[in-house]
């Protein structure tokens, strides 16, 4: 199948063509704002469907709303007919219509003259009226304000709060393209969900969230899916020199501990470094849990229940990754037992509390 995307360098755009081909789904025919009148009756006359995505929403001049939007939608509808041809047509338009805008009335134009081609040659044509979509490949100032203040607060650069109480509705990339592959496949128009509505003082908020020094050990509730999709496009606006960051990594001549991860509400993730032939912990919990698993080396993990003088032995290594449960109420420790670094990952049940530690010491071999 060939499919011809216009507006093919826009966000839409762009997240589209991806999953076009990375999904292998057929052809792509792309065009854009640059490309000439010539190309795209060369890629109408070779289309089995159009998503036409392209539009202007923030020009120069007013007139270009017309141009890009109802302009560019009549020429297309005038090439498929030209050709005595009827194309099936995915068209991006906007909630907007209807608020009297230069911008709304261009969409609706195009609306008019989708609706009137699909009446007088009986295509298939699909009107979707999006609300503000955000994800990666955005841009600020431009698509969404989620795009202005993610990149923004990304970049260390001020945002402009005009209204904290004013509500948007947004949806995500990911879920309209997913809506827009279903129409090409079910030739029938389909719901944009879900939706998410959200204020844009909350929305300030959770993105400044993100970038606080204190979330970097942090992950919020990946339950609430619409976080999840936010903080995916906040990352998609990170400098690429300011990808990474440091962890603080606690060293002495046993090896290192480092955390990696707080989850309040499901633990720790903490990297340990153990030198050849050292041993460390030597403690027990009384609520506290633990995971222990060995990624790099090997060597023994023993644990005795309090009280007992049974001592229960792990052979570990990363020849055969395997986790060892660590029980409250049990001393436990684990030693290197090879010639390099062992690098053991660790899960704890809750984040640790200085002033509350829960640990115990007392050795495992009386």
Known sequence: MNILVTGAKGFLGKNLIARINAMETGTVLPFDIDD???????????????????????????????EGNAELTETIVKII???????????????????GSDYA????????????????????????????????WSKPDYNTVVATYCHNIAHGLPIDIR?????????????VVDVLLQTMNQQETLEIEPL?????????????????????LGISDFSDIFTKKLYAT??????????????????????????????????????????????????WHDTKCEKFLVVSGHG???????????VLEYNVSDDNLEVVNIPPGYTHNFTN???????TLIWVNEVFDKLHPDTFFEKVDE
Not at 36 to 65: C, M, S, V, W
Not at 196 to 216: H, R, V
Not at 337 to 343: A, E, I, R, S
């Open 36 to 66: 000439t009148l010539d190309k795209l009756k060369e890629y109408i006359l070779k289309a089995d469907f159009i998503f036409h995505l392209a539009g202007i929403n923030r020009p120069k001049e007013q007139f270009e709303y017309y």
């Open 81 to 99: 007919e030209e050709k005595s041809n009827k194309i099936p047509i995915a068209f991006s338009s906007t909630m907007q219509v209807g608020n």
């Open 105 to 136: 009335k261009s969409k609706e134009m195009a609306e008019k003259t989708l609706i009137e081609y699909a009446a007088r040659t009986d295509a298939k044509v699909f009107i979707y009226r999006f609300p503000g979509i955000f994800g990666k």
């Open 163 to 175: 209204d904290p109480d004013y509500t948007l509705t947004l949806c995500y990339v990911d879920d």
């Open 196 to 216: 998410y509505q959200i204020t844009l003082g909350e929305l300030a908020s959770q993105i400044n969230t993100f970038a606080s020094e204190d979330f970097k």
């Open 234 to 283: 906040y990352l998609s606006f990170l400098p690429e020199n300011n990808i990474t960051y440091p962890l603080t990594m606690h060293k002495d001549e046993r090896g290192s501990f480092t955390e990696f991860l707080h989850l309040p509400r499901h633990g720790q993730v903490s990297v340990n470094v153990t030198k050849p032939g050292i041993t460390k912990g030597n403690h």
């Open 300 to 310: 023994v993990v023993k644990l005795r229940k309090l009280n007992s003088a049974d």
């Open 337 to 343: 037992l090879g010639d390099k670094d062992m690098v």
